[in-house]
């Protein structure tokens, strides 16, 4: 992907005031990205299970601001990325998802489907991103996961990249096929991990083949200032973000029935603007985790609880058994407590 402008002209002080900024001042800083980039506010039930609704959008205006702060010659990949995730993201206006706590917590004990072709799976939309339970998923340095989150673009296509000044146009032009996986810490740290168009096929089985491809195709950043080295904590973390986004992909897909999908609550007016306040998509609302008791005697019997590990199958069905279906073999806790 190489942009065919890069508006450099923002004032370098103010972008670095800009990383220490709450959200509400970035909002008044740049209300019309800002806009662009949080167009709904969701009423959400339990909302303290989460970090702020807002953590999205304050890594699409990090991932504009630091894009559009940068010459043509510094522009790197991790930048490009980040640019070109925030702005499909607009495009489809910001679809983000709320996992529940117990589908989060199955999805993480369950081992993806073998391999998977990244630009012809099927996706609810072309960008999107799933807040985490806090709880759930933690880095071993940077502390609680805030969201995960995707991009797909496809050669030869066109994105606009939205600018703090409105009246510029910008365009993203995409040279390659691509999908990006994002995770971002409620501390602001951005990992995120580019499948290129030569590695579209994925065998997510195997853990020597994610962490080598991370080590190429990885990249870091917190609040837009690139880091150093991509860490074994680094690498860890992102294995398990790429194994829990397929995954919640597949669950979307086979299992639609648990994606709530939002509803418009209102409309306000506020400082000249519109406002809408949405009930927000939920996956895994009334899913319940699985417990069993453990009961085995002898040799065989397990000390202490643990889990029994979900894994996606395809099933034979219909005439001949020629088609098949895929099916979630749901993770369950055998045994005592939950750890």
Same mark, same amino acid.
């Given at each position: 992907?190489?942009?065919?402008?890069?508006?450099?002209n923002?004032?370098?002080?103010?972008l670095?005031?800009?990383? #220490?900024?709450?959200?509400?001042?970035?909002?008044?800083?740049f209300?019309?990205?800002?806009?662009r980039?949080?167009? +709904?506010?969701?009423?959400?039930?339990?909302?303290?299970?989460?970090?702020?609704p807002k953590?999205?959008?304050?890594?699409?205006m990090?991932?504009?601001?630091?894009?559009?702060a940068?010459s043509?010659?510094?522009?790197?990949?991790?930048?490009? #990325?980040?640019?070109?995730?925030?702005?499909?993201?607009?495009?489809?206006?910001v679809p983000? &998802? &709320?996992?529940?706590?117990?589908?989060a917590?199955?999805l993480m004990?369950?081992?993806?489907?073998?391999?998977?072709?990244?630009?012809?799976?099927?996706?609810p939309?072309?960008?999107?991103?799933?807040m985490?339970?806090?709880g759930?998923?933690?880095?071993?340095e940077?502390?609680?996961?805030s969201f995960?989150a995707y991009t797909?673009? &496809?050669? #030869?296509?066109?994105i606009?990249?939205p =600018?703090?000044?409105?009246?510029?146009?910008h365009? !993203? =032009?995409?040279?390659?096929n691509s999908?990006?996986?994002f995770?971002?810490s409620v501390?602001?740290?951005?990992? =995120?991990w580019?499948?290129?168009h030569?590695?579209?096929?994925i065998?997510?089985?195997?853990?020597?083949?994610l962490?080598? !491809?991370?080590?190429?195709?990885?990249?870091?950043?917190? #609040? $837009?200032?690139?880091?150093?080295?991509?860490?074994?904590?680094?690498i860890l973390?992102?294995?398990r973000s790429i194994?829990?986004?397929?995954n919640?992909?597949?669950?979307?897909?086979?299992?639609?029935?648990?994606v709530? =999908?939002g509803s418009l609550l209102?409309?306000? +007016?506020?400082?000249? +603007?519109?406002i809408?306040?949405?009930?927000?998509?939920?996956?895994?609302?009334?899913?319940?985790l699985? &417990?069993?008791?453990?009961?085995?005697?002898g040799?065989?019997a397990s000390?202490?609880?643990h889990?029994?590990?979900?894994?996606?199958?395809?099933?034979?069905h219909?005439? $001949?058994?020629?088609? +098949?279906?895929? !099916?979630?073999?749901?993770?369950?806790?055998r045994?005592?407590?939950?750890?």
């Amino acid at each position: 992907m190489t942009p065919n402008l890069i508006v450099g002209n923002m004032d370098p002080l103010r972008l670095s005031k800009m990383y #220490n900024m709450t959200a509400e001042q970035v909002e008044q800083e740049f209300p019309e990205l800002w806009q662009r980039c949080y167009p +709904r506010r969701y009423e959400i039930t339990g909302k303290t299970q989460y970090d702020t609704p807002k953590a999205v959008a304050r890594a699409m205006m990090d991932a504009l601001l630091n894009y559009h702060a940068i010459s043509d010659r510094r522009v790197g990949q991790t930048e490009q #990325n980040e640019a070109l995730w925030a702005s499909t993201m607009v495009r489809y206006g910001v679809p983000d &998802y &709320y996992l529940s706590h117990d589908v989060a917590v199955a999805l993480m004990q369950t081992t993806p489907a073998e391999v998977l072709d990244c630009m012809t799976i099927k996706l609810p939309f072309e960008a999107a991103a799933f807040m985490i339970p806090k709880g759930v998923f933690t880095h071993d340095e940077y502390g609680p996961i805030s969201f995960v989150a995707y991009t797909r673009n &496809y050669q #030869n296509s066109v994105i606009l990249c939205p =600018h703090p000044n409105p009246k510029v146009k910008h365009d !993203l =032009h995409c040279m390659n096929n691509s999908m990006s996986i994002f995770m971002r810490s409620v501390s602001g740290m951005m990992l =995120h991990w580019t499948y290129s168009h030569d590695i579209n096929m994925i065998d997510l089985k195997d853990e020597s083949e994610l962490i080598e !491809l991370q080590k190429t195709y990885s990249h870091t950043s917190r #609040n $837009g200032i690139k880091s150093q080295e991509f860490t074994p904590a680094d690498i860890l973390a992102m294995t398990r973000s790429i194994k829990l986004l397929f995954n919640i992909i597949l669950l979307m897909t086979h299992k639609p029935e648990t994606v709530e =999908h939002g509803s418009l609550l209102k409309r306000i +007016r506020k400082h000249d +603007r519109q406002i809408e306040y949405w009930s927000p998509r939920i996956i895994g609302r009334t899913y319940k985790l699985r &417990y069993e008791q453990h009961t085995a005697t002898g040799t065989h019997a397990s000390p202490r609880g643990h889990w029994v590990s979900g894994f996606w199958r395809e099933q034979p069905h219909g005439p $001949g058994r020629t088609l +098949r279906k895929t !099916l979630w073999i749901e993770p369950f806790w055998r045994g005592g407590s939950i750890e």
